[in-house]
């Protein structure tokens, strides 16, 4: 049996059996992970390290493709979004997206450090919750393989030399006003959004949420996001209705 050592961020906890739990787990590498927690809730086992929106270093058991928590130190905990239901919720369905984009079998460190920073700017109540959760889903799905394509019109293949900018959620990509017209299916955008957009997509992890956005602007960026993470991934996400059940 080998032991493991690495840090990683707690997604989700689900108990097991009277006293066990397993643990899905965003390593820093940005591999996802299960791993069973033993006796979690037996009494003096419990370890306050191990449990949703922890950021720990873990000491694992590995057998056979298993793992298998040995002890768990805290790095940092986001304990104090659960004080806020809405913060909290938006939370669970930005950790949901971030497993669903990873697997156990390949590195994605961008997703992994993207959730840490969204984490942090939900917690500091600094950055527009709905601003953090549009730039996390247009970055998170350009890092796993979905990027929309906007330097150039997708129809005709010219650069857009002026605008307006138009997008397709379906076709991922821009096309000017003249293409976007005969074609259907484009969306004309606004310049804030453009640019919010642009930023989400090639800013420092740590600077992607670093922006402000308002008015109609903010709520096409928003709009367009969810849309094309849903489309793209070809599902929904319960986590995502609980957070809009609860949303101010």
């Known amino acids: 049996m080998a032991e493991v050592r690495l840090r990683a ?3 989700r906890e689900v108990d097991f059996g009277d006293f066990d739990r397993y643990l899905t787990v965003l390593t820093e590498y940005g591999r996802k992970s299960e791993i069973l927690y033993k006796n979690a809730r037996r009494g003096k086992k419990q370890n306050p390290a191990a449990r949703q929106f922890c950021y720990s270093e873990l000491i694992l058991s590995e057998r056979g493709g298993k793992y298998a928590l040995r002890d768990a130190d805290l790095v940092h905990s986001f304990f ?12 669970c369905y930005l950790a949901e997206l971030a497993g669903t984009v990873t697997g156990p079998d390949e590195d994605s460190p961008a997703v992994s450090r993207l959730l840490l920073y969204a984490l942090h700017a939900l917690e500091g109540k600094k950055r527009d919750p709905l601003l953090v959760k549009a730039a996390f889903e247009w970055r998170v799905l350009a890092e796993s393989g979905y990027a929309p394509d906007l330097a150039g019109c997708g129809v005709c293949g010219q650069p857009i030399a002026q605008p307006p900018v138009c997008f397709s959620v379906r ?7 003249k293409c976007a017209a005969r074609i259907g299916g484009y969306e004309r955008l606004a310049d804030g959004t453009l640019r919010a957009i642009l930023h989400a997509l090639s800013a420092e992890p740590q600077k992607a949420y670093a922006f402000a956005l308002t008015g109609a602007a903010k709520e096409q960026f928003c709009r367009l996001a969810e849309a094309y993470a849903q489309y793209h991934l070809g599902r929904g996400f319960d986590s995502l209705q609980f957070y809009k059940s609860v949303a101010l």
């Open 9 to 11: 961020l707690i997604l």
């Open 80 to 91: 104090s979004l659960a004080e806020d239901i809405e913060r909290y919720a938006l939370a």
């Open 171 to 177: 076709a991922g990509t821009a096309a000017d006003a």
